[in-house]
């Protein structure tokens, strides 16, 4: 229970030694109270109470010193923050005296909505998942003939026809050091060189290593 005394000018709250009232974390509801004590400039007069949340909502309501009153929903809603309660003292609709007091409303992480958390998928999945996307595609386009392959025609999404293997005539490339093409065959394979033999920069063949080796051999066997 919160217990604010008005005296005067002066709201102070009794038994504690803050300046501001504590209403829990914000969007919390229905368990702070208020009660008030009256001082004699306030005993004759018709109390009411604003609420100002950190939002600057506001929300009037008109107290009975006699009894509890419950922190309005609006009054916690919105953000975390300081807010406050005006209280003003009427006589015949006339404002006699006012004082305030302040308000905090803590923090607290957001609760709002659920997520469910979903695993990865494993490389299995991602790889039956590509699959079915392509067989989809194939199958909405007209089927093809023995032979062709399907092709993707366009930047459009899901622009995928059929066209024939169209072989390639020529060589696209230039074999580089240590390679040589053949093109009536269309066979690559390495540049060797027969034997070693200085300034040759040609990988050697394994028979010339094993022909160098076993004159290496003879050559020990005579010393």
């Known amino acids: 229970m919160n217990t604010i005394l008005l005296n005067g000018y002066t709201a102070r709250i009794k038994d504690s030694g803050k300046r501001y009232l504590e209403f829990g ?5 229905g368990k702070e109270k208020i009660s008030l004590e009256l001082g004699e400039d306030w005993a004759d007069l018709d109390v009411y109470a604003t609420f100002i ?38 006589k015949d609709e006339q404002c006699i005296v006012t004082c305030d007091v302040p308000y ?6 957001d609760i709002s909505g659920d997520e469910s958390l ?3 998928p494993t490389l299995l999945d991602q790889i039956m998942r590509l699959a ?16 062709q392959v399907a092709v993707k025609l366009s930047d459009e999404p899901g622009d995928i026809g059929w066209q024939d ?21 269309t066979v690559l ?9 200085k300034d040759n ?14 004159n290496i051999g003879v050559l020990l066997g005579g010393i």
Do not use: R, W
């Open 201 to 214: 920069t040609k990988p050697i063949s394994s028979a010339a290593v094993n022909t160098i080796v076993g």
């Open 104 to 109: 905090y409303l803590k923090s607290h992480t």
């Open 25 to 29: 974390t914000y969007g919390s509801y």
């Open 189 to 197: 394979s390495v540049d060797v060189a027969g034997e070693a033999e």
């Open 165 to 185: 293997i169209k072989q390639s005539e020529g060589t696209s490339f230039i074999p580089g050091s240590g390679l040589k093409y053949d093109p009536q065959t």
């Open 118 to 120: 979903e695993e990865d």
């Open 53 to 90: 949340s950190p939002k600057k909502a506001k929300k009037t309501v008109k107290i009975d010193p006699l009894v509890d009153y419950p922190v309005p929903k609006m009054a916690t809603i919105g953000k975390c923050g300081y807010g406050a309660i005006v209280f003003a003292g009427y």
């Open 132 to 147: 079915k996307q392509i067989e989809f595609l194939i199958s909405s386009t007209k089927g093809g003939k023995k032979g």
